[in-house]
C-alpha cells in the first residue's frame, strides 16, 4: 500500500521525467542549420572569417553543401576542422606548389624529364603520350609512308592532375575509402558537374578527397576527375551557390555564403542537350544557365552573406591577401549579426 511520501516521491520522478524528455523534444525540434559555401578560388579565405563568427555566436551547423573552395572549407569542416585551423591552413600553405603540382625536388632545375613529364624549374609544362599504332592508322596510311614507327604525340599539360591537392586532402581527411557523407561529423555534400552532359551532381559518397578536388576542377586548368562514366569538373559552372542541395538534406534554416561579385542575370533559355561537349560549353558561356539557379538560390538564403572582395580574384593566393580576406568574411558576417543572434535565439 502506497503511503503519501511514496506517492510523493512517484509524483516528482514523473514531473523530473517528463521535464527531460520535454528538453529532449525541444532539443530534436529546433530548427536544422544548413551552410552553404560558394565558390570563387582564392576567395573562399572569406568563408574562413565568417565561420569564426558563426562559431562565436555559438551556432550549430547541422548539414554543409559547397561548390569549388566551398567544397574544400566545407569538407574540411564536415570532418572536424574548425575556423581557427582552416586559418591557419590557408595563411601557411603554400598554393603555388600545391595548385600547380610542382616538384619542389626539381624547384632548382631549369629543365627535367620524367615519366613523359617534361618540368622547368619543378612545374609541369608538357606531357608525352605515346600510342601504338593501330589497325584502322595502317590501313588509312598513305602507300609511300614505310615507317613503323609508332606516333609520338606531345601536349601540352595545361590541365593540371592536381596529385597535391589529393596528397593535402587524403591526409587531412582521414577518409581515404568509400564514405558515405552523411555518416560524417557534418552531414556533407558538394557540386560538381559531368562535362560530358552538361549535368549537375550532387556528391553524397565516395572517396571525400576525391570529391572535394572533383568540385574544384576548373576546366581548362585542372584535369576533370572520372566517375563511373561521368567526368567530374567545377561544381560553379551549374551551381555556385548550392542552396538548393542544403535544402533537400533537410535544413530549415540556410546561411549562404556567396564570394561572387559581379551580379549578372541569365541572358535566355540555355538547351544544354544540344550539340556535343564543345557546342554545349559554348553555348554555357553564351547564355550562362547556372546564373538562372544562382539568382533563385541568393533568393532562398535566409542569412545571405555576400564578403566585399572588390580587388580580389580566384588567383589571390598571396599570404597578405588571403588575411585580408580573411577579415573582409569577419566583417560582412558582423554585419548580419542581429540576424545571426535572432537565429541563435531560436534554438534555445
Not at 631549369?110 to 589497325?135: A, T
Not at 560553379?236 to 561572387?260: H, K, S, W
Not at 538547351?271 to 556535343?276: K, L, P, S, T, Y
Not at 548580419?336 to 534554438?347: A, C, D, G, I, R
Request: with cysteine.
Amino acid at each position: 500500500m502506497y503511503t503519501i511520501r511514496h506517492l510523493t516521491i512517484l509524483l516528482l520522478l514523473l514531473c523530473t521525467l517528463t521535464t527531460s524528455a520535454q528538453k529532449q523534444r525541444n532539443k530534436s525540434s529546433r530548427p536544422r542549420i544548413g551552410l552553404v559555401l560558394g565558390g570563387g578560388g582564392a576567395k573562399g579565405a572569406a568563408e574562413i572569417g565568417v565561420l569564426k563568427v558563426i562559431e562565436e555566436e555559438g551556432i550549430p551547423v547541422d548539414y554543409i553543401a559547397g561548390t569549388s573552395i566551398g567544397s574544400i572549407v566545407g569538407g574540411l569542416y564536415s570532418v572536424g576542422y574548425r575556423a581557427a585551423d582552416l586559418d591557419s591552413l590557408f595563411q601557411q600553405q603554400a598554393w603555388l606548389d600545391l595548385l600547380s603540382d610542382r616538384k619542389n625536388e626539381l624547384a632548382g632545375k631549369l629543365y627535367e624529364e620524367i615519366d613523359g613529364v617534361s618540368y622547368v624549374f619543378g612545374f609541369p609544362i608538357l606531357r608525352k603520350k605515346v600510342s601504338q599504332e593501330d589497325s584502322d592508322d595502317t590501313e588509312n596510311s598513305d602507300s609511300s609512308d614505310n615507317s613503323s614507327t609508332p606516333k609520338t604525340r606531345t601536349r601540352t599539360v595545361g590541365l593540371i592532375h592536381g596529385d597535391n591537392v589529393i596528397t593535402l586532402l587524403d591526409s587531412m581527411t582521414g577518409h581515404r575509402g568509400d564514405t558515405d557523407f552523411d555518416r560524417l561529423p557534418i552531414p556533407f555534400r558538394c557540386v560538381a558537374v559531368d562535362i560530358r552532359k552538361m549535368e549537375e551532381v550532387v556528391i553524397n559518397h565516395g572517396q571525400l578527397p576525391l570529391a572535394m578536388r572533383a568540385s574544384m576542377a576548373i576546366p581548362g586548368a585542372f584535369k576533370p576527375v572520372e566517375a563511373d562514366s561521368m567526368l567530374l569538373v567545377d561544381g560553379g559552372l551549374l551551381n555556385n551557390l548550392p542552396v538548393d542541395v542544403v535544402r533537400e538534406m533537410g535544413a530549415d534554416i540556410v546561411i549562404a555564403i556567396d564570394l561572387t561579385q559581379n551580379k549578372r542575370e541569365p541572358r535566355e533559355d540555355y538547351d544544354r542537350a544540344a550539340g556535343n561537349t564543345l557546342q554545349r560549353i559554348i553555348g554555357w558561356l553564351r547564355y550562362r544557365p547556372d546564373l538562372q539557379k544562382y539568382n533563385a538560390n541568393c533568393d532562398d538564403a535566409d542569412i545571405y552573406i555576400n564578403p566585399d572582395l572588390e580587388g580580389f580574384d580566384a588567383a589571390s593566393f598571396t599570404s597578405k591577401k588571403i588575411a585580408a580576406m580573411i577579415q573582409k568574411g569577419e566583417e560582412a558576417a558582423r554585419s548580419v549579426l542581429p540576424q545571426l543572434k535572432k537565429l541563435k535565439s531560436k534554438l534555445k
